[in-house]
């Protein structure tokens, strides 16, 4: 790295010798003399030829290249991003970053990366692919990555992150057959997944050019949230990870993602019903529809099997058939229907007709070389459904009976269903939305989570996946709600005034000097007060804090207190142990799952305390039976609340 100065400042260059140009960045507002930070910002990596068509690699630069400013974000919505709306700030909390939105020229990603970084650096390379499903871009403040850099090399593990922007919602990802045979006629291969690809074509810029930043090429992770985790499993199974690895291991943070990728022929009438609302009939006349229109619509549209993006031995399902198979020694006949045990778990699955015995063998054992290497940490947080409260709260008791029992199309199973929730058609309606969010939760995230990891550990022989639960509360919300982990991993959140002494702080200590506090403890039997930790602070009882300055027990008995403490506890806890996994460490020990909260608890924990926290009995009565299919679409359907025209008569 080379810091030019001008009148006394000292402004980033990289001369890159590869692309024949000299890249200018800034020093990030966050550095400090002995963490200084750069950042290179709206760096080009793609183009665009045309709407709905591949991008190609960009590598065509001027002498001298600008990276002083954020570069232009896919066209999208103009609304508040997702992970604002879940933080409740207000509007002066927000920074009014005014990002240009520009369809062909929205590919670009930003560098951020320790100032003393020089070609020689070798620092691992973290990639962020950011979720918001049609909304968000790898420029937004709230994933900014200054601080996490600087708290990289804080601890002595100087990493650079990359954040990428790539198109969104139909411009990223529609799909049909006319589509597909535009395409074909100008040579691209597949249809669809452009927002995919265009990921792809992001870790190919990297792979070829981060060296000159300081970057290793060969120790890449990509970690992403939400939909961006969803798209991080897609690239797990696709056939350019199956052949040309770049990365070596991922970070899925609360995957959104149908589990069972739709084909192009499934996804084509819903194409079809949103050219006739917008009354065009040929793919020309769909490139020529306004952008601003395009992105209010098809917002469920992602990922498409499309024949060509996904791996020659997938099956269909982010859920891997044919390695969960081997791992448990089943031999299936094509087409039988079984269940497969997976860690206590059953789980009925279809063996696909498209997977030939011949070439079975000769596709897992390919597949094992590229993939089973690439570690994989996943979790999720404990009220990610709290996304869908304004749904959840439009449904009646009856209403959602009735529709959970149309969509399991069994009464029995339905029924128990309804019972393993506490939801009837009598259920008071300020308990409703509650009992929805809770089975909102398990069908579109908890379950799903849990299926992803045990499939993936089932690939990798039983190796290589670590597995955590995120229930730290929101400052602002009082739940772990979803998106809530970016707060601690970035630090770039505003917080609400947080007291910087807590209650416990006003008992006297212990003649011995210690107190009781959740730790790092691995205890079967862990409990708060189980363990004595010195320090200068202790737990009180009740009826002590209860006598502490200023507090109010009956006001805030019910509420977690998330002060400086323990924000600082969890946001330390998950930077570190997502650093060391960056730099090929494991974070924790893989039989264990790893705490983040509540109430600043951090550590490694049982597999009981895992099924303790969530529903995995409710999950093997009332979920297996119905089968993944029916689970996603009950979930996906209870988030749409019920139908306009009879929200009324529900």
């Not at 006629?185 to 810029?205: I, K, P, S």
């Not at 063996?351 to 897992?364: A, D, K, N, T």
């Not at 924790?588 to 983040?596: A, G, L, M, N, T």
Request: charged share 25%.
């Amino acid at each position: 790295m080379i810091a030019k100065t001008f009148d006394n400042v000292q402004e980033p260059v990289v001369l890159h010798e590869d692309l024949k140009t000299t890249f200018t960045g800034i020093v990030h507002p966050i550095s400090t003399p002995d963490a200084p930070v750069h950042q290179y910002r709206g760096i080009k990596y793609a183009s665009v030829p045309a709407r709905f068509r591949q991008s190609k690699l960009y590598t065509d630069y001027p002498p001298q290249t600008d990276c002083s400013r954020f570069g232009p974000i896919c066209p999208q919505p103009k609304f508040k991003s997702v992970e604002e709306e879940l933080f409740g700030l207000t509007e002066d909390c927000i920074p009014d970053q005014a990002l240009k939105q520009c369809e062909f020229e929205c590919l670009n990603l930003n560098i951020t990366c320790p100032a003393d970084s020089t070609p020689d650096s070798h620092y691992p390379v973290m990639i962020w692919i950011h979720g918001g499903g049609n909304r968000g871009s790898g420029s937004n403040w709230v994933t900014d990555a200054g601080p996490l850099v600087q708290k990289s090399i804080q601890a002595g593990k100087p990493v650079i992150i990359v954040s990428i922007n790539f198109r969104l919602g139909l411009l990223g990802f529609a799909a049909s057959l006319a589509l597909r045979d535009d395409n074909k006629a100008v040579g691209d291969e597949g249809v669809g997944n452009y927002g995919l690809r265009d990921q792809r074509r992001a870790m190919e810029w990297v792979h070829r050019y981060i060296q000159a930043y300081g970057g290793n090429p060969n120790n890449v992770t990509l970690f992403g949230e939400s939909t961006g985790a969803g798209d991080i499993l897609c690239h797990l199974h696709s056939a350019a990870n199956e052949v040309a690895p770049l990365f070596q291991r991922v970070i899925v943070q609360s995957a959104i993602v149908d589990l069972e990728v739709p084909n192009v022929h499934q996804v084509s009438w819903q194409m079809s019903k949103l050219m006739s609302a917008l009354r065009v009939q040929t793919v020309e006349e769909l490139r020529n529809v306004d952008a601003e229109k395009l992105v209010v619509l098809g917002q469920s549209i992602r990922a498409t099997d499309d024949g060509v993006f996904f791996r020659r031995s997938w099956t269909g399902s982010l859920i891997n058939l044919d390695e969960t198979l081997q791992h448990h020694h089943v031999e299936p006949h094509i087409g039988d229907s079984l269940v497969v045990e997976l860690n206590g778990h059953s789980h009925h699955l279809k063996v696909p007709h498209r997977i030939h015995e011949h070439s079975r063998s000769h596709s897992r054992a390919r597949h094992l070389q590229s993939a089973s290497h690439q570690s994989v940490l996943i979790g999720d947080c404990g009220a990610e459904s709290l996304l869908w409260s304004l749904p959840a709260s439009l449904w009646t008791a009856a209403g959602a009976v009735k529709r959970i029992r149309a969509i399991c199309q069994s009464l029995n199973k339905a029924n128990v269903l309804l019972r393993a929730y506490d939801i009837n058609a009598y259920t008071p309606a300020d308990e409703l939305p509650e009992r929805l969010l809770e089975l909102i939760n398990d069908t579109r995230f908890a379950w799903p989570t849990e299926l992803i990891s045990e499939s993936l550990r089932a690939e990798r022989g039983g190796h290589g996946v670590w597995r955590y639960v995120f229930d730290q509360e929101s400052p602002s919300r009082g739940l772990p709600h979803h998106a809530v982990d970016l707060m601690y991993i970035f630090d770039n959140v505003p917080l609400p005034t947080l007291p910087t002494t807590s209650p416990y702080d006003y008992m006297e200590p212990r003649e011995d000097g210690y107190f009781y506090t959740p730790d790092d403890s691995d205890d079967e039997d862990y409990s708060p007060s189980s363990k004595p930790v010195k320090s200068s602070s202790c737990d009180r009882s009740t009826a002590d804090m209860a006598e502490a300055p200023g507090y109010d027990y009956d006001a805030d008995w019910a509420m977690p207190v998330v002060d400086d403490w323990t924000f600082a506890r969890v946001r330390n806890a998950i930077q570190e142990r997502w650093l060391a996994f960056a730099y090929g460490e494991a974070p924790w020990r893989e039989d264990k799952v790893y705490v983040f909260g509540p109430e600043g608890e951090v550590g490694e924990r049982s597999m009981r305390i895992f099924h303790a926290r969530r529903h995995t009995q409710v999950w093997k009565e009332a979920l297996e039976p119905l089968g993944m299919e029916v689970v996603q679409k009950l979930g996906a359907e209870l988030c749409n609340g019920p139908p306009v025209d009879t929200r009324s008569y529900y």
